[in-house]
């Protein structure tokens, strides 16, 4: 059915918590992203079956909403500002140079595993415009150089570990 | 001598965390306490500390690193600042806030949001007792003297959603904060609950009496983990001390309350596909009617109202609905919060009484254009709104008056824009975000919103046709009149402002291959003036082509069949000597 074979009784405690009913949905959708670091498909099929919510349906929500994600995370959550003010600051260059830097797209992870980078309406710290931020650190007042620079950084440090 | 940091996201993201954990070891052992305290809305200045003697502000500093925490200690401790005078802020800096008017962020930057008490010590919850005290229909009654209308952006009167859920009959009717704010360049919302989240509860509380609702449901944005986590907190604090659940405060009323966690989904700003949200499946808005007032969440009576709606809702029972009503012009009642980002020297929250002209806003608050630069537009209400040329900045903030130059009051997202910013190119970017968060329910705005898309990308990359323009036009007329809600209405709007008033951006962007913004850069053609040049060959070096060819001390040449327009070259040039055109 599926490549992964995840371990569903993580879970319980979840179902346990949370009444099983279709209103719930994305409530659970969420603790389960909380939990695998994705949502992978065993877990939607036993999600669906416990809230009494049909595959399809389960899917049509996980794909609507861009919270969630579909394939593992990588190590580092890179966010770019894709609000008004780094939009006006110049946030499209610094987002294609980090784009042709990870050679990735927004939403998706690097082959390396260690970048998922996701573009996003507004990370409220316009007055930094343009931002990134990397696993809930923010980096402001970049230019595509910088922004490329700080994330090969954060490469060469892994690959010194 | 209290120590206060300001803590929102904003101060967070500047660096507030390590300040405050850098004070809080300086101060080890004195006697002078730590405390925190929300956005004060000065963005520009984050991070932001204050000190204070008891409850008056002694002195209050900005743009503070770690590394002053031992001297701000010292002195608070010494009561002496000649030490510390140049993170004082300045007398013009200070303008920024002397010049608003604050109600719905009344306690932002002063309470402390973690703390139920210092609510109550500001008269918090005396509101709400105050409401109690009286039948739910003179609550309406109040609310409506105050003229006070939806601050989510369409601004529809407050009093008559109440009234209308509050004779739909039913024993479980639901009151929902909508705290979906996903205008990209706004956040006043995520501000008021991560610095004042009481002011929202009371306000709800308020509102729920009104309508008879049985419980409170707050639909919040997931990219905001620190507003929940705080009106998580502040609930808590607040069911404890009895306000909210069972019988409260001996009224005989009684209401639940809940916060629940968007997933990320621009369209669920609107009512209806909130719902469906709420109710765990995809935000696909609904036909209306039947409204939600009639049917709503579960087809029960449900009000909708937007954060900043709720946070004045206190105020005005406190103080009264005609004291409220004194503020404003004859269509619109109050205050407005923007949030005032973009090329603005001082950007940040505002909270300015309507009737106030945009260039006073812009220039007197803001402080005029960034960088010496001149101003070219201001963008009001995000993607649903529109941009206001220079000749129309006397327009005074009023739903009505707004309306009329094509763009809206919108929620409350107010980016300036420089001549650095191309209209075209603005108009591009909300397309691709409409295009992108179109739910795809109505064919009118999940197709016509990617063509418009489609054309205004053909526009900035230099393939413009000469048609373009009235099919565009066409396009948007199609999209008002063919989609169900909001956001497919409104998608067209920052186009056709843009259009009614810089339609000689599109016309040189098609016919010239011309962006007099510089923006777009497949427009853009890069020459070396031969008199600046010096030869030092700094620019055939960066140039990722190989475009550039030349002789040391000898003036460089940029092959243009090579060029790939990156900007590298001008950028490294010591001597201003690329031209760009």
Same mark, same amino acid.
């Given at each position: 059915m599926s490549k992964y074979k995840s371990?569903?009784?993580?879970l319980d405690e979840v179902f346990e918590k949370i009444e099983?009913?279709?209103?719930n949905l994305i409530t659970v959708l969420q603790k389960a992203q909380e939990i695998y670091g994705f949502l992978p498909k065993d877990v939607m099929y036993h999600i669906g079956e416990k809230l009494g919510v049909k595959p399809a349906k389960v899917m049509g929500v996980a794909t609507f909403y861009?919270?969630?994600?579909?394939e593992p995370m990588g190590k580092y959550l890179v966010m770019l500002c894709g609000g008004t003010a780094c939009h006006v600051s110049g946030s499209e260059k610094v987002a294609k140079a980090v784009f042709d830097y990870l050679e990735t797209e927004s939403g998706r992870t690097t082959k390396d595993g260690l970048f998922t980078i996701e573009k996003v309406? &507004?990370?409220? &710290?316009c007055s930094l415009a343009p931002v990134m931020m990397i696993n809930g650190e923010a980096f402001g007042n970049l230019t595509p150089e910088k922004a490329v620079s700080i994330l090969a950084d954060i490469r060469k440090k892994e690959a010194a570990e | 001598m209290r120590i206060i940091i300001g803590e929102g996201s904003c101060g967070i993201a500047a660096g507030a965390l390590k300040v405050h954990k850098a004070l809080e070891k300086a101060a080890e052992g004195k006697n002078i306490r730590i405390g925190i305290t929300g956005c004060v809305g000065m963005c520009f200045l984050e991070p932001i500390v204050d000190i204070y003697d008891e409850e008056k502000l002694v002195k209050r500093l900005v743009k503070? /690193?770690?590394?002053?925490a031992q001297r701000i200690v010292c002195a608070a401790e010494k009561n002496d600042y000649s030490d510390i005078d140049d993170l004082v802020i300045s007398k013009e800096d200070e303008e920024f806030l002397s010049l608003q008017t604050r109600?719905?962020? $009344?306690n932002c930057g002063i309470?402390?949001?973690?703390a139920i008490d210092d609510y109550q010590k500001r008269g918090g919850y005396k509101a709400l007792e105050k409401a109690l005290s009286m039948s739910p229909e003179e609550v309406i009654e109040e609310i409506k003297a105050s003229g006070l209308a939806g601050r989510?952006?369409? @601004?529809?009167p407050t009093w008559y959603k109440w009234s209308a859920a509050r004779k739909s009959e039913s024993k479980t009717k639901y009151l929902i904060c909508?705290?979906?704010?996903?205008?990209?360049?706004?956040?006043m919302d995520r501000a008021v609950i991560e610095s004042d989240p009481h002011a929202l509860i009371e306000g709800m509380l308020i509102g729920a009496y009104a309508i008879g609702a049985a419980e409170m449901i707050v639909y919040v944005r997931a990219e905001y983990p620190l507003a929940i986590k705080r009106l998580e907190k502040a609930i808590k604090d607040a069911k404890e001390a009895g306000?909210?659940?069972?019988?409260i405060l001996e009224s005989g009323f009684s209401c639940k309350m809940r916060i629940k966690s968007g997933a @990320?989904?621009?369209?669920?700003?609107e009512e209806t596909a909130l719902i469906e949200s709420l109710e765990g499946k995809r935000g696909m808005p609904r036909l209306k009617p039947p409204f939600p007032a009639q /049917?709503?969440? *579960?087809?029960e009576p449900s009000n909708i109202n937007n954060v900043e709606t709720f946070a004045n809702v206190a105020w005005i029972i406190a103080n009264g609905g005609k004291e409220f009503s004194k503020l404003g012009t004859e269509n619109s009642k109050g205050t407005k919060v923007f949030a005032l980002t973009g090329k603005v020297r001082k950007s940040g929250l505002v909270e300015v009484p309507m009737g106030m002209t945009l260039r006073d806003v812009i220039?007197?608050?803001? @402080? @005029?254009? *960034?960088?010496?630069k001149k101003f070219k537009a201001v963008q009001l209400g995000g993607p649903s709104g529109g941009c206001i040329p220079e000749e129309l900045l006397?327009?005074?903030?009023?739903y009505k008056a707004l309306s009329e130059t094509g763009a809206i009051m919108g929620s409350g997202g107010m980016v300036i824009m420089d001549e650095d910013t191309c209209m075209v190119g603005m108009s591009k970017f909300f397309l691709d975000f409409t295009a992108e968060e /179109? #739910?795809? *329910?109505c064919v009118h705005c999940r197709i016509g919103t990617k063509r418009m898309q489609e054309i205004l990308t053909r526009m900035v990359n230099g393939?413009? $046709?000469?048609d373009d323009v009235l099919l565009l036009e066409e396009l948007c007329k199609a999209i008002k009149d063919g989609a169900l809600c909001g956001l497919g209405q409104t998608a067209p709007n920052p186009v056709l402002t843009t259009l009614k008033y810089f339609r000689e951006e599109y016309d040189e962007h098609i016919?010239?291959?011309?962006c007099r913004a510089k923006e777009c850069t497949e427009l853009l053609t890069y020459s070396i003036d031969a008199e600046k #040049? $010096?030869?030092?060959t700094l620019c055939a070096k960066k140039c990722p082509a190989k475009a550039i060819e030349g002789e040391v001390k000898k003036p460089h040449i940029i092959d243009k069949e090579k060029?790939? $327009?990156?900007g590298a070259c001008s950028k490294v040039c010591r001597f201003g000597a690329v031209v760009v055109e």
């Open positions: 371990d569903l009784s993580n099983n009913v279709p209103e861009s919270q969630f994600r579909l309406a &507004c990370l409220g &710290c | 503070v /690193s770690e590394n002053d109600i719905a962020l $009344r309470t402390d949001p973690t989510g952006g369409a @601004g529809f909508n705290a979906d704010e996903g205008d990209p360049g706004a956040f306000f909210i659940g069972e019988n @990320g989904a621009f369209v669920c700003g /049917s709503g969440f *579960k087809d220039y007197k608050i803001g @402080g @005029g254009i *960034k960088n010496g006397d327009t005074v903030i009023d /179109s #739910c795809g *329910k393939e413009g $046709r000469e016919f010239e291959h011309r #040049c $010096r030869g030092c060029c790939i $327009r990156c």
